[in-house]
């Protein structure tokens, strides 16, 4: 709970899973493991695997569409450039995954609100260590640069619930920080300038509030590794310092995509 700071467990696993987002009916988390899809009651339970068809590598990169139809998903393909992310959707109830990107790698981050396109962190200049953030739509159409970094890395791109902004982290500044942007990629602003590695901006259903995760200044601002001292903070959209509602061993991983519960008041 933002709030109130109360946790709870809901699953636990010897080894690794990753990135648990809020069903939309605000009955079920879903995560990966192990390369495969599984939902869970927020209550806890045993976890049901989710019918990806062919789609068996996936990575902490899954957004649910909106109106919660929609799953989309990054898949790894062998003998790909960078490791063969690509991004794909598939009914919620799970089934054949349609591509969307055929270049890879392709990291999936968000959905635009109508449903129609995905944003997503890419690499596309070959040999060189960019990432950029682009959008496609999902039924075919050209793939459109959004930042235009020539070093570094631009990551973690999310549609604000009414479409106006595009939130996402860049290491411009020399730190990665939060900015935001407007769906064609005019009108770019900083928002975090702390000292932290700030990531994964995530905005609340209701619109109010944003938490991301901090890494602390010992991290390269270009990584994300695992199992590192982290925080979770919580800032008015509107501006604000940020709050600290959580410390924990996390980062890749931790809430790589939008992890809210519909109601505003908890993420996971």
Request: aromatic letters at 12%.
């Amino acid at each position: 709970n933002v709030f109130d700071g109360q946790r709870r467990i809901v699953y636990e696993y010897k080894g690794r899973f990753e990135a648990p987002n809020w069903m939309r009916d605000g009955k079920k988390l879903l995560f990966n493991q192990d390369g495969f899809i599984y939902t869970i009651p927020v209550e806890g339970g045993t976890p049901e695997k989710l019918n990806t068809g062919p789609a068996i590598r996936n990575n902490n990169d899954h957004v649910i569409s909106f109106d919660g139809k929609m799953l989309a998903i990054s898949s790894h393909r062998d003998g790909m450039p960078g490791g063969g992310s690509t991004v794909y959707y598939l009914p919620i109830t799970g089934g054949e995954p349609k591509l969307i990107t055929d270049s890879t790698p392709s990291y999936l981050h968000g959905w635009n609100p109508n449903g129609k396109e995905v944003v997503y962190t890419a690499q596309r200049i070959s040999k060189a260590p960019v990432y950029n953030i682009y959008k496609k739509p999902i039924d075919g159409g050209p793939e459109v640069q959004l930042t235009f970094n020539t070093k570094g890395l631009a990551d973690g791109p999310e549609y604000s619930p009414d479409g106006k902004w595009i939130y996402y982290c860049d290491t411009r500044s020399g730190t990665m920080q939060v900015w935001r942007m407007k769906p064609d990629g005019s009108g770019n602003e900083q928002l975090t300038f702390d000292e932290y590695n700030n990531w994964f901006p995530h905005i609340s259903p209701d619109g109010k509030w944003m938490v991301m995760l901090s890494f602390p200044t010992t991290v390269n601002p270009g990584d994300h590794p695992f199992y590192k001292r982290v925080m979770l903070r919580l800032m008015p959209v509107s501006g604000g310092a940020p709050k600290v509602i959580a410390y924990l061993y996390g980062g890749q991983g931790t809430i790589n995509t939008p992890t809210w519960s519909p109601d505003s008041k908890q993420v996971a």
